[in-house]
Every structure is written in C-alpha cells, then in structure tokens.
C-alpha cells in the first residue's frame, strides 16, 4: 500500500475576516453546528459572534475587538468538521491568531477556552495598541530589500517593520499610517512591479508598537493553563515545534505579539519534518499559493465553503 501523505493544518490570522464565514459548514455540518452553539462568545454590547460571522456588518467584524474570536471559530467549526469526517491533521500552524487555532485543533485547550483568550487578546490590542497605525501586505520586493526600506522610512514617531513573513516575495510590514505611506512612495520608486496592499485590521500588530498590549497579554494569559498538544505545533516565533509549550506558553505566546511571524520558516521546518500536505483551513485567502510560494514544488488547499472540502474529501484517508 502507498504510504499516506503527512497532512499540516494551517489558521489564518486577522485580515482573513468576512461576513458569511463558515455559515455553510453551520447549516450544514452537526460538528460546527455544536461549535458555535454550544461555545459561550457574546461581547460587552450583545452582539454575538455567530451573529457577527454570519451577518456582519463587515465594520464591526473588522474592529480587532471582535474578528479574532470570530475568525477562531469559524476556523475550529471547519477544521473539527474536516477531522470529522476523516481529515486528521498530522501537524499544525497558524499566521497570529491562528497560532490558537492551532493550539486547540492540537488539544493545548478547548474551543470555550480559547474564545475567552482571543477575547481578552482582541481586547487588549484594541486599547493598547496605537490608533493611527496600520499594516499592509507588500507584494514584489523581498524581505532584505523591505528591511532596507524600513530602516530608510523610519522615524521615532513614525516607525515601519516587518511584521510577517509571508512568502519570499510577500511580506506583512506594520507602523504608523505616515510611515505606511513614506513606505508606499518608496515602493513605488524601486523601479520593479510592487503591490502595497492594506490589511484590514485596526493596529500595527507583530511591530514594537505592540509592546505594551504583550505586557498586558502576558498578565491575562498566567490564568489560562495550557495543556501538552497531541501533534506538534509550530510557532509564529521562529517556525520552529517544540516538545512542549507548557512551560513557555506566557512568554511565547506575549512575545507573539511584538515580533515578527515567522511563516516561510514555518513552512520550511513543516517540509524538512516530512510534511508533504498542507491544507488552509478557515475564512479569506490570505494563505492562497503561499506554501507553493515557499516550496516551489507544493501546493496548498484553501478549505472554507463545504464546497471546497467536498472536492478535496476524495482523496482523504487515502494510502496506508
């Protein structure tokens, strides 16, 4: 018998958010049906987050407060749908926030349990963090050259970083909206084709701006206790899994916010642990190419309508 395939899950993070996500696996799967029913995920104005996933509006899903504990559930009700029905993951990842949907799908702590962390974390981004910043995708330079921008770019009022490691040829940077455009202008007189696309979401994440909501985080996080994943993990950090997180899950998961994601190097790690498959599961298309990007010679499958898992369910639990 052809031996099967290693198979990775990767969440994707903020920005992924839109109205609608998952509602079709809701109607028509019992798995995230429970999900969504039976996980406790109202906010302090009684909006809820089914209502939010379903029905928007698309400017409130947006506000960080609320889209990182909707796009963790959308997320979850797809990927224990996918386990369901025979797609078990053999190893995990996720870009920010998906990094928890990872964990979960891992068995590091329950869905209800990661709703109230991601409420705390949307939170505590939306006060902490600094109004009048932002981030945007950066399509066509590498990360070497966008390094040397930022550091052109930057002032002390007015920061750039690189907040993302997307894929060699795209990468997330973070700062102020003055310092997003100085960045734009000089995009646009490197003399190659570059894309300055923004990310919807409400702050300069993954960048210093964010050091004082990771100081806050890490308070919040001393009370969730975190149990050993069943797969292995790997982290936004440095793309690396590790044994256990038990003990550095504070520190890891508080240094998340402030540092840089590490994705290329998460896929380049998953490949050289023997990782053949790699499957996107949950809203937006964030992720679209980015492994094939990575890799050169394997491509990625973007699960989020039932549709899209009916045409890869074919091929689940083939091999032995």
Same mark, same amino acid.
């Given at each position: 018998?052809?031996? =099967?395939?290693?198979?990775?899950?990767?969440?994707?993070?903020?920005?992924?958010?839109?109205?609608?996500?998952?509602?079709?696996?809701? *109607?028509?799967?019992? &798995? #995230?049906?429970?999900?969504?029913?039976?996980?406790?995920?109202?906010?302090?104005?009684?909006?809820?987050?089914?209502?939010?996933?379903?029905?928007?509006?698309?400017?409130? @899903?947006?506000?960080?407060?609320?889209?990182?504990?909707?796009?963790?559930? #959308?997320?979850? #009700?797809?990927?224990?749908?996918?386990?369901?029905?025979?797609?078990?993951?053999?190893?995990?990842?996720?870009?920010?926030?998906?990094?928890?949907?990872?964990?979960?799908?891992?068995?590091?702590?329950? &869905?209800?349990?990661?709703?109230?962390?991601?409420?705390?974390?949307?939170?505590?981004?939306?006060? =902490?963090?600094?109004?009048?910043?932002?981030?945007?995708?950066?399509?066509?330079?590498?990360?070497?050259?966008?390094?040397?921008?930022?550091?052109?770019?930057?002032?002390?009022?007015?920061?750039?970083?690189?907040?993302?490691?997307?894929?060699?040829?795209?990468?997330?940077?973070?700062?102020?909206?003055?310092?997003?455009?100085?960045?734009?202008?000089?995009?646009?007189?490197?003399?190659?084709?570059?894309?300055?696309?923004?990310? *919807?979401?409400?702050?300069?994440?993954?960048?210093?701006?964010? +050091?004082?909501?990771?100081?806050?985080?890490?308070?919040?996080?001393?009370?969730?206790?975190? +149990?050993?994943?069943?797969?292995?993990? !790997? !982290?936004?950090?440095?793309?690396?899994?590790?044994?256990?997180?038990?003990?550095?899950?504070? =520190?890891?998961?508080? #240094?998340? @916010?402030?540092?840089?994601?590490?994705?290329?190097?998460?896929?380049?790690?998953?490949?050289?642990?023997?990782?053949?498959?790699?499957?996107? &599961?949950?809203?937006?298309?964030?992720?679209?190419?980015?492994?094939?990007?990575?890799?050169?010679?394997?491509?990625?499958?973007?699960?989020?309508?039932?549709?899209?898992?009916?045409?890869?369910?074919?091929?689940?639990?083939?091999?032995?």
């Amino acid at each position: 018998m052809q031996k =099967k395939e290693r198979v990775a899950i990767l969440f994707p993070g903020q920005g992924a958010q839109c109205v609608g996500m998952a509602q079709d696996f809701y *109607e028509q799967s019992e &798995v #995230a049906r429970r999900i969504f029913d039976d996980t406790a995920c109202d906010f302090d104005d009684n909006i809820t987050a089914q209502e939010l996933c379903f029905h928007g509006p698309a400017e409130t @899903l947006r506000n960080t407060r609320y889209s990182q504990a909707c796009i963790f559930l #959308a997320s979850m #009700a797809i990927a224990e749908t996918l386990r369901q029905y025979g797609l078990q993951a053999d190893a995990v990842a996720g870009v920010s926030l998906g990094e928890y949907s990872a964990l979960c799908y891992a068995g590091a702590f329950s &869905v209800q349990e990661g709703v109230d962390i991601l409420k705390e974390r949307g939170r505590i981004m939306d006060e =902490k963090i600094p109004h009048g910043t932002t981030m945007s995708a950066v399509l066509g330079l590498t990360a070497e050259e966008l390094q040397a921008y930022c550091r052109q770019v930057s002032t002390d009022d007015d920061p750039c970083e690189i907040a993302s490691y997307i894929t060699p040829q795209r990468t997330v940077i973070a700062g102020t909206t003055m310092a997003i455009e100085r960045m734009k202008e000089k995009c646009s007189g490197s003399g190659k084709r570059v894309r300055v696309i923004p990310i *919807e979401v409400s702050g300069a994440f993954h960048s210093q701006l964010a +050091r004082s909501a990771a100081d806050d985080f890490a308070t919040v996080l001393q009370d969730y206790p975190i +149990r050993r994943p069943d797969i292995p993990v !790997y !982290y936004n950090v440095d793309g690396k899994t590790r044994d256990s997180i038990v003990s550095d899950f504070v =520190k890891i998961e508080a #240094a998340q @916010l402030y540092t840089s994601v590490q994705f290329v190097k998460t896929i380049e790690s998953m490949y050289s642990d023997g990782i053949l498959r790699y499957i996107a &599961v949950g809203p937006g298309a964030t992720m679209a190419g980015a492994v094939q990007d990575i890799l050169q010679s394997h491509q990625d499958t973007i699960v989020q309508k039932v549709s899209t898992y009916d045409e890869i369910s074919q091929t689940v639990g083939e091999g032995d």
